[in-house]
């Protein structure tokens, strides 16, 4: 098919990983128009019951991030509010399987992902990303993306070796042997937050106690709503 100049896809510009960088959140895209909608964000928190937040868990593979969320998506349903995970594997067999883990690959990762994120708080949604994103700088662009108000960063703190020890997904055995490179923890850094807005440990706390802690915090911020 001819490209047209009426085309309503972003123009990409490619980079030396060979993937393709995205223009800037907020560029000027031609032909493209906003459009509001017509349910106001304070409608939407009266019919859920909740404040939208995104609650970003980062932490070591195999630090239990993905336990966490969704157990604590198990528990809003229960009580009738919506919340979403967006866990770091799903995304990447669909929405970045064209990704690899270089670290503008890793950067492009979590810029979609909170894009995504942040769609789904515009919709009312408490969304649970679990994914390493092991750097600072693409953390600080996700809080950009989704705006301070709604962005809480949880650091799932659990230790390198008890990581290592679960090793549910054989990874760190596989890291260890060079059969992965650039596994965070091992051959490649992990930026611990300076300034998370919770730790939790979860070699120090049940399942159930890391669940409870987090929803207690929900529930302290406002972000749960009776």
Same mark, same amino acid.
């Given at each position: 098919?001819?490209?047209?100049?009426?085309?309503?896809?972003?123009?990409?510009?490619?980079?030396?990983?060979?993937?393709?960088?995205?223009?800037?959140?907020?560029?000027?895209?031609?032909?493209?128009?906003?459009?509001?909608?017509?349910?106001?964000?304070?409608?939407?928190?009266?019919?859920?019951?909740?404040?939208?937040?995104?609650?970003?868990?980062?932490?070591?593979?195999?630090?239990?991030?993905?336990?966490?969320?969704?157990?604590?998506?198990?528990?809003?349903?229960?009580?009738?509010?919506?919340?979403?995970?967006?866990?770091?594997?799903?995304?990447?067999?669909? =929405?970045?399987?064209?990704?690899?883990?270089?670290?503008?690959?890793?950067?492009?990762?979590?810029?979609?992902?909170?894009?995504?994120?942040?769609?789904?708080?515009?919709?009312?949604?408490?969304?649970?990303?679990?994914? /390493?994103?092991?750097?600072?700088?693409?953390?600080?662009?996700?809080?950009?993306?989704?705006?301070?108000?709604?962005?809480?960063?949880?650091?799932?703190?659990?230790? =390198?070796?008890?990581?290592?020890?679960?090793?549910?997904?054989?990874?760190?055995?596989?890291?260890?042997?060079?059969?992965?490179?650039?596994?965070?923890?091992?051959?490649?850094?992990?930026?611990?937050?300076?300034?998370?807005?919770?730790? /939790?440990?979860?070699? =120090?706390?049940?399942?159930?106690?890391?669940?409870?802690?987090?929803?207690?915090?929900?529930?302290?911020?406002?972000?749960?709503?009776?």
């Amino acid at each position: 098919m001819t490209p047209s100049t009426h085309s309503l896809v972003r123009p990409r510009l490619g980079n030396a990983d060979t993937h393709a960088t995205p223009v800037a959140r907020g560029a000027t895209c031609l032909n493209v128009v906003k459009h509001p909608s017509l349910v106001s964000a304070a409608e939407r928190r009266a019919l859920l019951h909740q404040q939208p937040v995104t609650v970003w868990l980062t932490g070591l593979s195999g630090a239990g991030k993905s336990t966490l969320a969704y157990a604590v998506e198990r528990r809003l349903h229960a009580q009738g509010q919506l919340g979403f995970v967006l866990d770091g594997d799903n995304i990447r067999h669909h =929405l970045s399987s064209d990704l690899g883990f270089s670290p503008s690959d890793r950067c492009e990762n979590i810029r979609r992902v909170a894009e995504v994120a942040a769609l789904m708080n515009d919709a009312g949604l408490i969304v649970f990303t679990a994914l /390493i994103s092991p750097r600072q700088e693409d953390r600080e662009q996700a809080r950009s993306i989704i705006g301070d108000a709604r962005f809480i960063e949880v650091h799932v703190s659990t230790a =390198l070796a008890v990581c290592e020890a679960r090793d549910p997904k054989g990874l760190y055995e596989k890291a260890r042997t060079g059969a992965i490179p650039q596994f965070t923890g091992v051959s490649a850094p992990y930026e611990t937050p300076q300034s998370p807005a919770l730790r /939790i440990d979860t070699d =120090l706390c049940s399942l159930d106690q890391s669940a409870q802690k987090l929803m207690d915090f929900l529930v302290s911020r406002g972000s749960l709503v009776s």
